[in-house]
């Protein structure tokens, strides 16, 4: 069974990190792009970062440049979100997401398999 799951969210104040995990299993996915997504209470799911299958290229959205980044662990089938400088906004449950077919995808339709989410708080 194909799976993604997520793993490293929590509670954290204003202006600390969180590394956050999305460990593949069931199949590799070593020539999938990956992202991320999350979604705040009472708001529409957001794209947060990708990250093309060779790791060599990544886009993130505006409101995270520069404060995450992403990277890929292929031998591990693991995917990190570093997100560093974190502010009360970015309070979300995370989901992780894998797209067989596009090589730097930034639309939910993109991507094929998803995985439970995680949750992560940032007081102030």
């Known amino acids: 069974q194909v799976q993604l799951v997520e793993s490293g969210g929590g509670l954290v104040q204003a202006g600390g990190s969180l590394r956050l995990s999305c460990a593949a299993s069931?199949?590799?996915?070593?020539?999938?792009?990956m992202g991320w997504f999350r979604q705040a209470p009472g708001k529409e799911r957001e794209f947060v970062a990708a990250i093309s299958w060779s790791g060599e290229n990544t886009y993130y959205a505006d409101s995270v440049k520069g404060r995450f980044t992403l990277s890929r662990d292929h031998a591990k089938n693991t995917v990190y979100l570093q997100m560093n400088s974190l502010k009360p906004e970015d309070t979300a449950i995370y989901y992780c997401?894998?797209?067989?077919?596009?090589?730097?995808?930034?639309?939910?339709?993109?991507?094929?398999?998803w995985g439970q989410g995680t949750q992560v708080t940032v007081s102030s």
């Open positions: 069931g199949r590799t996915y070593s020539s999938d792009a």
């Open positions: 997401a894998a797209s067989s077919w596009r090589r730097l995808p930034r639309q939910e339709y993109e991507y094929d398999t």
